[in-house]
């Protein structure tokens, strides 16, 4: 149906409609926040719980009730176990300590395994998991988003003469799991979104996306490069102008010269 001015009106949403979209409004709201306390919270008492398990006599101190009291503890016993082994005494402990675990079958392949894990990711000389690329798998023209753990080094780079990158690449929506991949440097793509924004889009499925190229960097790229190339345009087209103007101004300058030639030797004749 349409008005008068032949224009269709707008129809407003009812009351039903309106409690449908101030219901929805509030769940994406209130949802996220109801999430993080909630996770936080269990955390809090995982942790609450395992310090009291661990510690004998937690539970009789006065301030053991309150929530987040196991999570400091937790925190000023690995700074201090942390002080005590940056001292020689310290050291010769964890050495004695790691010679008795390699001892143990099973017990060596999990704290070897943890252990270099934890060293390659939280080292401040490492280069694991600070870069995000994207990576042309499992066919072409089908990419996914990886984080690269480092350069492919030992028996897989001798047997490989390209440059080779370790690339994990991880599922969706649980991170944690996925395989890795050894690809040529030179066929991934560096992405300028950070690791944490990948994670992001990761989770989500593709729901949360993060900022475009970097905060605008690359926007400002493709702005120049169109620039770039609608100038060209520009610059060959002036260019054939000026080539055809050229061209044509030795062409109206040789007729003059001919009918001068036939001026003087018709005067020639004229007086012969």
């Known amino acids: 149906m349409t008005d008068a001015s032949g224009q269709t009106p707008v129809k407003r949403p009812g009351v039903l409609g309106r409690l449908r979209s101030w219901f929805l409004t509030g769940l994406l709201v209130t ?108 066919r072409r023209g089908l990419w996914v988003i990886g984080f690269v753990t480092g350069g492919t080094r030992g028996e897989v780079a001798e047997h490989i003469d390209i440059e080779m990158v370790n690339v994990f690449i991880p599922t969706t929506p649980n991170p944690t799991s996925g395989f890795l991949l050894f690809c040529p440097r030179d066929e991934i793509i560096y992405l300028e979104m950070s690791v944490e924004d990948a994670v992001k889009l990761v989770v989500s499925g593709g729901i949360v996306h993060p900022p475009e190229n970097g905060n605008g960097k690359g926007s400002k790229a493709k702005k120049g490069a169109a620039k770039g190339k609608k100038a060209a345009p520009k610059a060959g087209a002036k260019a054939r102008a000026g080539g055809r103007t050229r061209a044509k101004t030795p062409a109206t300058r040789r007729p003059a010269k001919k009918t001068s030639a036939k001026k003087t030797s018709a005067k020639k004749g004229a007086t012969g």
Do not use: C, H
């Open 31 to 138: 949802a996220p926040v109801l999430l993080t306390v909630y996770i936080t919270w269990a955390a809090i008492e995982l942790i609450d719980g395992q310090v009291a398990s661990i510690l004998p006599g937690f539970n009789q101190l006065v301030f053991a009730s309150i929530p987040g009291a196991g999570l400091i503890i937790g925190l000023i016993l690995i700074t201090v176990i942390g002080a005590v082994a940056a001292g020689f005494f310290g050291r010769w402990i964890i050495k004695l300590g790691e010679s008795i675990l390699n001892r143990m079958p099973v017990v060596r392949t999990i704290y070897g395994a943890s252990k270099q894990i934890l060293e390659t990711v939280i080292s401040t000389q490492s280069d694991a998991f600070r870069d995000a690329v994207l990576v042309e798998y499992p």
